[in-house]
């Protein structure tokens, strides 16, 4: 991969757009092992996915730092850890931020009732935001 | 908290973070779907709970205990050199009396030169049990005398608050001993806030009590989501799934731990307060075999710069809280005191010399204790750096002769089976002071 993206530097004088395409589409990165979401990464997508509103405050946060991340509070240069391992001791919270979310107990978070999600849920379930609680506490859902 | 009234603001305490200390981290995936019922050989008797073995092959169940005394111990009241005749002299006010048969107001006797203060009085048994050893003139190389600086220098696990690793020092015995599969409650802190030792520890639970292990919900029947949760989790072979099939054993671990189980034993009584209840709540957690390793119990109100008190007053009913709440945890443990050790410390110690208000300033070296079944206690450990002007450092303080990773490191090598290099950044000579 890294002969490819060197050539390919080279021949494109520098084109950082065609260094790049060999490494994005080796088979180092297409077959490589899944990641598990960091909780930041967890917080973001289950807030898109119920197309809920937040302040991104303390509510939140304080959820974020029970999941082992407490925002931008890593010293060392590496960023968090992408280790699956590193995560997997604080599911508990995880599960705690889907039942507060659904539940509305997150101060400055406030879940939509009109998002495409919910309406949908709604012609599934009789218990809407308990499905969707439990999509998100799901097993599938850690993983991007 | 009670020292930053002393200090103003925050200012001081910063990370200088450097790159030069890389952390490495055996990602092992050995285990991996696995789950718990593969363990099923080491099951606790208690509870059903799993222990990985590997992890049990590395420890052999022991539990490190970290009791951080914040705001600088004074450590020449709690073990004063009494055989130094000048220390009364440096405190005429507050220097307790030398050891005097049927006082309780004088020291208690160690070795013929250190007494330990009348209000550690509950210690005096374990140390005479060989139970318990003392580290004097301890401390780190931070020259600040600022508790934000030396505290972050020892959370940090650092020689002092300059440059060195980032992250705390038992975040960096979690990452270089970790394996997939390991409990949850590896690294429990008791109380609301994790101390900076576990700073970028993400694996680590803060747990106000054992009964906040638990999914939280006011809408929603708890025994039908733990049904659902079981359900999903238990048919993948992913290490989220494995995960999550442990975490619902501790907190259902937790759960059925009933008032007996919680009771302590052996007529141990604890102090109610946030050090008695900590400790209590680990030597529970230390009972129901949830793979605990590391446990971190906090303790404020240490920066006595005014009317300290000599053998009554406000430092003495702090250490009568330390010596209730240490022997009753010892007591309580009973034989499993033989797989854990409890480290005592503080992030400096104060001045030689009392103040004019009756209390202590900010000093360089204090004292530690180490307890434990397999600690050679009945001793006090560390060179005694001496009290006169000449053998003092600064404006007047104990020099510090040990450097505290020392005693840490010896307990990582010795108790968790893990190379103090991979936590602090020198490998450091052991005191001996734990059985080998």
Sequence with gaps: ?144 | MSWTTCEGSEAGYRHRASGAFAVSRRQLMVGVGMGTLGWASSRSALAGMTVNPRRADRTHGNVLVVVFLRGGMDGLSAVTPYGEERIYSMRPNLAVAAPKVNSKDSLIDLDGFFGLHPSLAPLSDLYAAKQMAVIHAIGSQDQTRSHFEAMAAMDRGAADDGLGPAGGWITRYLLASGQTGDSPLRAVSFGTVMPDSLRGATNATALPSLDSYRLTSDKHDLAELTATIRRLYGKGQDVASTAGMETLEVIETLNRLNPDERAPRHGAKYPTTGMGTGLQQAATLIRAKVGMEVATVDVGGWDTHVAQGTSIGWLPTRLEEVGQALSAFMQDLGPDADSVTTVVMSEFGRRAYENGGLGTDHGRGGCAFVLGGEVQGGKVYGPWPGLKPEQLDGPGDLRVTTDYRAVLGEVLTGRLGTDPRSVFEAGLNPLGLLKT
């Design chain 1, 1 to 144: 991969m890294r002969g490819e993206a060197e050539r390919a530097f080279l021949a494109t004088k520098g084109d950082i757009r065609e260094t790049l395409r060999p490494i994005l589409q080796s088979k180092e990165i297409l077959d490589g092992p899944p990641i598990l979401r960091r909780p930041f990464d967890f917080i973001v997508a289950a807030i898109r996915a119920t197309g809920a509103q937040t302040d991104g405050n303390a509510g939140i946060q304080a959820h974020l730092t029970a999941m082992g991340q407490p925002l931008n509070q890593w010293l060392m240069p590496d960023g968090y850890t992408e280790s699956a391992g590193a995560w997997t001791g604080t599911l508990l919270a995880r599960w705690n931020f889907a039942l507060a979310l659904v539940e509305g107990r997150i101060p400055g978070t406030k879940l939509s009732d009109t998002s495409r999600t919910q309406q949908t849920l709604a012609h599934l379930s009789q218990h809407p935001n308990e499905s969707l609680a439990i999509a998100l506490m799901s097993p599938e859902y850690q993983w991007r």
